[in-house]
């Protein structure tokens, strides 16, 4: 079992940049693959971001070059650097495990979530 937490969202303005970060408990943090998803206001949950438990790493389409996903597993955090934001990044930020160790951009193959983190970009 294992536990994820995530930190680092705010309000910020069109342009600016935040680091998400997801801490999870355990010792085998490593052999989970991480992602991140969003969902904003009347949407679906969406795939942005995941990284194997080998380093493969996956991007949804909307990133374009604007995200980018790490991990530390000596740490047991995984992050995602939020660049250019815009308005249309306002969401619930989501952390995710996979004990399958895979960069699945599939929302089923993830079996542990974090509570979320708050993203608001202003124009």
């Known amino acids: 079992q294992v536990q994820l937490v995530e930190s680092g969202g705010g309000l910020v303005q069109a342009g600016d940049s935040l680091r998400l970060s997801c801490a999870a408990s355990?010792?085998?943090?490593?052999?989970?693959?991480m992602g991140w998803f969003r969902q904003g206001p009347g949407k679906e949950r969406e795939f942005v971001a995941a990284?194997?438990?080998?380093?493969?790493?996956r991007y949804g389409d909307f990133v374009k070059g604007r995200f980018t996903i790490s991990r530390d597993n000596a740490k047991n955090t995984v992050y995602l650097q939020m660049n250019s934001l815009k308005p249309e990044d306002t969401a619930v930020y989501y952390c995710?495990?996979?004990?399958?160790?895979?960069?699945?951009?599939?929302?089923?193959?993830?079996?542990?979530w974090g509570q979320g983190t708050q993203v608001t970009v202003s124009s």
């Open positions: 990284i194997s438990r080998s380093g493969a790493i």
């Open positions: 355990g010792r085998t943090f490593s052999n989970y693959a």
């Open positions: 995710a495990a996979n004990e399958g160790g895979s960069a699945s951009y599939t929302r089923a193959r993830y079996e542990h």
